[in-house]
């Protein structure tokens, strides 16, 4: 079992930063995939970054590419999420997620994920 908390959000500017931290605990998982995802009210939950504990590869969707960048930090067991040139569109509960069993492919289904922590709250104003 994987325990996951998210801090860092927040509020800020439109063209402003924030990073996300994703503190992981439990078994063992450095064969995971660390996904982030978010959502905002009445909104699907929408996929926002992944990367592989074992190699450190990333996987972006290209409404975040150029702007967000995940990472991994092994001796802190922490992801983080570094979002640069925020949108309003941008505004969303954001989620650190873990899948543990990763397939071929890099998965973007929040459903394809086993592990979520509590969720941070990011707002960003026009």
């Known amino acids: 079992q994987v325990q996951l908390v998210e801090s860092g959000g927040g509020l800020v500017q439109a063209g402003g930063s924030l990073r996300l931290s994703c503190a992981a605990s439990?078994?063992?998982?450095?064969?995971?995939?660390m996904g982030w995802f978010r959502q905002a009210p009445g909104k699907e939950r929408e996929f926002v970054a992944a990367i592989k504990w074992s190699n450190g590869g990333t996987y972006y969707p290209d409404s975040v590419k150029g702007r967000f960048t995940i990472s991994r930090d092994n001796a802190k067991n922490t992801v983080y999420l570094q979002m640069n040139s925020l949108k309003p569109e941008d505004t969303a509960v954001y989620y650190c997620?873990?899948?543990?069993?990763?397939?071929?492919?890099?998965?973007?289904?929040?459903?394809?994920?086993?592990?979520w922590g509590q969720g941070t709250q990011v707002t960003v104003s026009s």
């Open positions: 997620a873990a899948d543990s069993t990763p397939g071929l492919l890099y998965r973007t289904r929040a459903s394809s994920y086993n592990y």
């Open positions: 439990g078994r063992t998982f450095s064969n995971y995939i």
